[in-house]
């Protein structure tokens, strides 16, 4: 049983939407944050007419691992090498321990690395953004009312501890604090933890509860109930609506958490040398991970390299056209009330 750290994810509202109320309240700034509600599910988005979303994943809920091999089949056959189809299960049925191994493993990672590259595209997102604050504060502009709100909101989602008046003095050094923190995880790394924790997809965390990283969670009723665990004890493994939200989860404790400051800092050194972070890198800033230490990082890098996960390693996000992804569900059905998941704005 892995650390446990690790906490269940838990979205924010819209920073569009926040933004469009936030002139008629900005006199109230220090009272909103001060009082700023724990953090809630991410609201459902619209549903429209067809199956794609203008920069989302459309999600689909196979009923069989067969089914969901069958629709991974079709839809990564439509993008070229350095490309991920913006198409992925919302769960993972179960079935796939009957699959021979390699073909488990294929099925695994083309389910996992689109969730994985959606959500480090969001925060990407939010990293040029505060990148561009940061540059127009070192040409000595000043931070608007709206560059503030954004760095008070991100300070709030990545628990970066601020008040507003200490933004508005010294907005450069919130906006460092949150380039630690308001980053990616490379896909090879996150891939490979996910098929470590998950027993490629086929554990029973996995299968009832979408966990694909063995996070923990503490509260009463909680989670799923490892069979073994000892009368008394409280820890369960968290589980989630689905495998976005698990993926959510596992970017938000890597990029929050006291344990993974080594990891966050190795990746920022790698920024400041101008390098890309190597994901074999990172492994190491992840010994709290796991009671086994050494021993689980290099079981991770072993993952890595026996599956040729580096082939990962910076691919992009293809939005394939509406009736290509209809053609490609073939009559399977799309994840109930959640259509797609919207990147932040």
Known sequence: MESGDAQPPSALFSLRAFLKTSVAVLGLLPLLVSLSPPDRARPEPARGPGPASEGGLVLFRPTSAQE??????????????GGVP????????PGLDRFPVARRKEVFVRAVVPHVVAANERIRAQRDSLEAIGRNLERGGRASEVDLLFLLDLARRYRVKV??????????????A???????????LAVAQA????????????????????QWVFRAGAGIAPRDRPPGARYA???FPGLAEAVDGY???????????EFRRLRAQARVEGRRPDPRELA??????????????????????????????GVRLVRLAPERIEAALCGTRLASGRETVAPDA
């Open 195 to 214: 098929a470590l924790e998950s027993a490629w997809g086929t554990s029973r965390f996995a299968v009832e509860g979408n966990s694909l990283f063995g």
């Open 237 to 239: 493994v968290a589980a």
């Open 178 to 188: 949150l380039l630690q923190r308001v980053d990616v995880v490379p896909v090879p």
């Open 251 to 261: 970017l938000r404790n890597l990029n929050t958490l006291w344990a993974y400051e």
């Open 86 to 93: 913006n198409v992925a299960p919302a769960i993972l049925p």
């Open 68 to 81: 969901l091999a069958a629709v991974l089949d079709r839809v990564w056959a439509e993008v070229e090498e």
């Open 284 to 313: 190491w800033g992840l010994l709290p991970y796991s009671v086994r230490r050494e021993a689980y990082v290099q079981e991770v890098l072993d993952v890595m390299r026996q599956n040729r996960l580096g082939r990962y390693q």
């Open 163 to 176: 008040d507003p008046t200490g933004v508005r003095a010294d907005p450069r050094a919130v906006v460092d």
